[in-house]
């Protein structure tokens, strides 16, 4: 069965999109009812390609609205792309699902020197979980899925690696709006269900931030609150890092209104180095690393396979879902072992993150007031890095933020200044933030 083609009104849709080289980190805004519908989206970022039209199982489209109510539907994404950005039209299933679906397996490099604006992955993903979007807020308001094409409008935050970011900001953007309509129109067929059903994206805006300097544009714009929080988990967590502020009588307040930081945003293939000065983006004085926590796990499984081949992981990724999940009492000695070549790993990066930001605080000068450690691949080795990076910060506090928060901080960012393009222009985003 084909969907219809008929006309329809194009909905609004805004959204903040991090697609890390680990997980994609995104949060969407469009409309259910009249209603702002806010969906928060958490997927690996893998996607399998198979060269067939339609899944071998699509579900029956009478469940449509049971399924698509699963806010973690985007882990289920199968769909085929007609767009300039993506050169082949087959089946492509994203997330969790696509880990276990046969097919080519494509995952973003980690090594090597191609840049994250030049892989197709990057374009896929952005691509798909807006379109996702379209849909699972139609069948919220209809109960059922179109007999039309779906359109929508989309205004979008994306983010580059710093070093990306300088050269590449403006073409990375160009790329979704196009120098023409035609080239800025995308179109994606979600084939989850019997009925495929086509999604035709439009992109009005595309703001590009800088990976690490969007999560400290998250944190001064949610105040006072996301810094309280930031303190309690501090004193929770290293309680002689607490005292020192303390002892300063550093507070919530005085967090909001630093002017000067250094970011450390650890990710699974790059670590940024955002430097703020005087309450403005540096780029001069920002870097990037590219090594992450997913080079700790390339290097882990090349280590295994010399000395425990039967250890034996697939993929990176295959790794880290393995460490994640709380052993039974049939695999806690595997999981020891694995971890046990995965810790070793991360000490080499830590050195070499360390050392990075060396040179950063170098760069910064003895204006630095606070140095912010968060990203999604800094939970797994803060007992390795946060006693390097104190030793190099000397008095400059170190606040280490929990991964159950800091791995979303870039998402919040880039959805901040989407919001900002959407709801007035660029000259109404805050003074201190323009420059990102």
Known sequence: MTVQTTQARAVKLTGGFDGGNGYVKAKLRGEVNGVEAVD?????????????????????????????????????????????????????????????????????????????????????????????????DHVAEHGALPTHELQASVRAGLALPIAEYVQRRHGF??????????????????????????????????????????????????????????LDDLRQRDPEGYARLTEQEI????????????????GEGTTNFPVYSDGRFNPAASSTLDQGFGTVLENAIEAMREARPQLSFGSRKELADFLQQEPSKFTRGKHGRAQGFVDDQAEYLCEEIASAFGDVLTQAGSSTDVVYVYGGGSGPIAKFLRPKLQQIAGDIPVLYLDARYSRHLNREGLFIAARHVEQHDQSAMPAGNRQI
Not at 71 to 84: K, M, V
Not at 91 to 105: D, E, I, M, N, Q
């Open 40 to 136: 928060l989206v958490d997927l690996p970022s893998v996607v399998s390609a198979e060269n067939r039209s339609m899944p071998k199982v699509p579900l029956d489209d009478a469940t449509a609205a049971e399924v698509l109510a699963d806010p973690d539907f985007y882990n289920r994404i199968e769909c085929s792309i007609q767009s300039p950005l993506v050169s082949r039209g087959d089946l492509k299933t994203f997330g969790r699902k696509a880990l276990t679906t046969p097919g080519k397996l494509t995952q973003f490099e980690v090594f090597g020197s191609h840049s994250k604006a030049d892989q197709e992955l990057s374009f896929i993903l952005v691509l798909g979980v807006f379109a996702a979007k379209v849909l699972r």
């Open 251 to 266: 507070g919530a307040a005085d967090l909001v209104a630093v002017q000067n930081t250094i970011g450390v945003d650890v």
């Open 173 to 230: 953007a160009a790329d979704f709006t196009g120098p023409a309509p035609a080239a800025s129109t995308h179109l994606v067929t979600l084939k989850t269900f019997s009925t495929p059903v086509v999604v035709r994206l439009t992109f009005e805006a595309v703001h590009v931030l800088a990976e690490g300097a969007s999560a400290q544009f998250a944190i001064t714009n949610k105040g006072e609150a996301l810094a309280q929080a930031l």
